[in-house]
């Protein structure tokens, strides 16, 4: 075993006798598939009783964001993993344990309607926090994020050399979606709000997990997260019904808020933003970390972002390039599977 492991085995050991648990001494450490971060997650099992041991090395993972925003959630009822203990020099946390039932394992064409019910719900609920100090979605972060695609996607993993007129074009759509999204009303942004960090949880509100990176953003980009879900997708007319009901209910929250028109442009364009920085990710967690698995999510993510192109007259021919160019480069990639590719994208 690693010495991380075995650090995270003796702190927990100690943490556990705090719990005043009989039989301590045989209690079980059992590994909890991870994420796409430096973080590693363990189930701590002692006389029937479960939770979740988080690895998180703090020369690479800051835990402190995720131990202040837990309780802050938690103030206002939303379903957060309790903090049960924490040592933020070791980079080791004990939480509450809220089992394996991802939404993402749930979600189906009969259980969608009530479960993302549930998701909006508590989405709302997470709009209203409002910690003392929390990080803004600003220009230079937004921008940071769509260079992603650039730099990881096009570049190092498609080996797209791009010429004048193609970084341009680039730099307009990276400007077009990040005014849209700083024309929106800011609220509390968990920033990973999708079927992958939703569990079901049989009579209670969706327990949600990895928020340790919100910011104060656009109104739009967790509702983008969720509906246009990199892992999982649903028919436009569908999504479009869910938004403008998220529409209402902030309404009737007493935000101001645009017309059905305008705030599917926000939706929309703030999907796109996303999209862009998701497929750099996924770019780099294969070329950087490794980690392979996402890039069968990226056929999907990028059909998102040409329909929203395609849509937009402005971005239009960015669509077409995308197609025309880019696509055809997956295509021959050794990373992606043709058939896969001709199924998800517009053409």
């Known amino acids: 075993m690693d010495q991380r492991y075995t650090q995270l085995k003796q702190w927990l050991g100690r943490e556990l006798l705090a719990f005043n648990l009989f039989d301590v001494s045989e209690w079980q450490l059992l590994p909890v598939s991870g994420d796409a971060s430096f973080r590693r997650y363990f189930r701590a099992k002692s006389n029937g009783a479960s939770w979740i041991a988080v690895d998180a090395p703090p020369e690479k993972e800051d835990s402190r964001p995720f131990v202040s925003i837990a309780a802050e959630l938690e103030k206002i009822a939303v379903s957060v993993p309790h903090v049960h203990r924490y040592d933020l020099q070791q980079g080791f946390m004990l939480l509450e344990d809220f089992g394996d039932d991802l939404y993402l394992n749930k979600l189906n064409k009969s259980s969608v309607e009530q479960l993302y019910a549930d998701a909006l719900d508590s989405l709302l609920i997470i709009q209203s926090c409002k910690p003392a100090v929390l990080p803004l979605y600003d220009r230079t972060l937004l921008d940071r994020e769509v260079e ?200």
């Open 148 to 347: 992603l695609f650039r730099e990881w996607f096009l570049q190092k993993l498609l080996g797209i050399e791009l010429d004048v007129d193609e970084q341009q074009m680039l730099r307009f759509l990276f400007n077009y979606v990040i005014d849209s999204a700083l024309e929106q009303p800011l609220v509390f942004v968990h920033r990973d709000f999708h079927s992958r960090n939703l569990m079901c949880r049989e009579g209670k509100a969706p327990g949600v997990i990895d928020f340790q990176d919100a910011v104060e953003g656009p109104v739009t980009y967790d509702l983008a997260s969720i509906l246009r879900d990199c892992y999982i997708s649903w028919p436009d007319d569908q999504v479009y019904r869910w938004v403008e009901q998220y529409r209402l209910s902030l309404i009737e929250n007493g935000q101001m808020m645009p017309d059905q028109a305008h705030f599917v442009r926000w939706f929309d364009l703030m999907g796109a933003q996303r999209h862009l920085k998701a497929i750099g990710i996924f770019a780099r967690l294969n070329i950087r970390d490794g980690k392979s698995g996402y890039l069968s999510d990226i056929p999907r993510t990028m059909n998102y972002l040409i329909a929203v192109a395609a849509k937009t007259e402005e971005l239009k021919p960015i669509a077409g390039w995308l197609v025309q160019k880019v696509v055809p480069r997956m295509q021959k990639s050794q990373y992606f599977d043709a058939d896969v590719l001709n199924n998800w994208v517009v053409e």
